[in-house]
């Protein structure tokens, strides 16, 4: 006899949904949150003189010592801290939940937020509770404490600024959270370096805060490189759950090379951000919509009928992402990645025609 998923997989592994992406191919795509500039030719020159060096027959170097004194300094980790790297965020959220996961275990993250924190919870077994922002998408430290007293979660995952609301939330009510959590809190700061603010040189303060940071918004996505800034005791145990050789030779190298130049990508950032601003000024002017204020690389818009919206720029060659029905708050919501001058001018466009036909 042979055997069918039925019998072998795990029945909540059956009914998850496997992380959507879209096809892109001849598509404007606005709907992954990726920077959309290329590296400058020069730039792409030095690359490929690095990786006709690597040493791609060997495994890389577990440690990736370089690479963490690199991003140690760049990024202004604290002397007090330790690096681990991963392959993504994602890895390094799956990390962190597998180091302290239990048929008990709770994991907790502010809601809606970024999805693959429930995914890692779920495949871990840990049981994962979501805690609501406020219907204007701030967070409420007394509603988030009382939710930690009645559950005791393990880890705490905020997004700042937050996936997909684009807001950031008010430094004091995280304080408080953090002060009040009983085991960790991971301030994922994905979109940092177009917010310009951080925990990241508060790690001092609090023994239980993680810093979690990914290079993919930076313009680097394809090299699929995460990190995570923490006390050394931390880290040791965390190290523990992660694969030997996680990431490899030719991220190594190449991420080394670009943050040696790390000044393009953030002139890159600056002009993202300049394009966001003008987005959002435009957005306010057409009727019948609501765009919320982002501090991230993408905006958050409530429109009359998100499916008629969302198929419509399909339909013009813009890819976006429907977050309708992903939680209450969300209603009748799309979000899209804030592109080139060029791209933003086509999503304006066919913004408006779509409108017109809603009325």
């Not at 019998?7 to 606005?30: E, N, S, W």
């Not at 597998?98 to 970024?114: E, K, L, R, S, Y």
């Not at 008010?170 to 700061?189: K, M, N, S, T």
């Not at 976006?320 to 979000?335: F, K, Q, T, Y």
Request: aromatic share 6%; hydrophobic share 45%; proline share 6%.
């Amino acid at each position: 006899m042979s055997a069918d998923p039925a019998q072998v997989i795990r029945a909540d592994i059956r009914a998850m949904v496997a992380y959507p992406v879209q096809h892109a191919t001849g598509m404007i795509k606005l709907d992954a949150m990726e920077n959309p500039y290329r590296l400058p030719q020069w730039l792409r020159e030095e690359i490929a003189s690095v990786i006709q060096c690597a040493e791609i027959n060997r495994y890389p170097d577990p440690d990736a010592p370089q690479l963490k004194n690199s991003l140690r300094e760049i990024m202004k980790v604290p002397d007090c801290c330790e690096l681990i790297l991963g392959n993504g965020s994602d890895e390094i959220i799956a990390m962190l939940i597998n180091a302290v996961a239990g048929p008990d275990t709770v994991i907790m993250a502010i809601a809606p937020t970024f999805v693959m924190f429930k995914v890692s919870a779920v495949i871990a077994r840990a049981k994962y509770v979501g805690v609501s922002v406020e219907e204007d998408f701030s967070l409420s430290a007394d509603k988030v404490i009382a939710a930690m007293r009645e559950h005791r979660p393990a880890i705490l995952f905020i997004a700042y600024p937050n996936n997909p609301t684009g807001n950031l939330f008010d430094e004091q009510v995280i304080r408080r959270i953090i002060e009040h959590a009983p085991g960790l809190v991971v301030i994922d700061e994905a979109y940092h370096v177009f917010a310009k603010r951080s925990f990241m040189a508060r790690l001092p303060e609090f023994p239980n805060m993680v810093v979690m940071r990914t290079l993919s918004k930076l313009g680097l996505a394809g090299l699929r490189l995460g990190y995570a800034a923490a006390r050394p005791e931390w880290i040791r145990e965390i190290d523990k759950v992660r694969g030997p050789y996680n990431v490899g030779v030719l991220t190594q190298r190449v991420t080394e090379r670009i943050l040696a130049h790390h000044q393009v990508l953030e002139d890159q950032a600056r002009e993202i951000v300049v394009e966001r601003d003008r987005l959002e000024n435009a957005l306010h002017s057409m009727r019948g919509i609501t765009a919320f204020p982002s501090s991230a690389n993408f905006i958050l818009l409530r429109v009359p009928d998100a499916y008629k919206v969302h198929m419509g720029l399909k339909d013009r060659g813009v890819l976006v992402r429907s977050l309708h029905g992903a939680h209450p708050l969300l209603e009748h919501c799309v979000r899209f990645t804030v592109g080139t001058r060029e791209e933003n001018d086509l999503l304006l466009n066919a913004f408006g025609e779509i409108l017109a036909t809603l009325g």
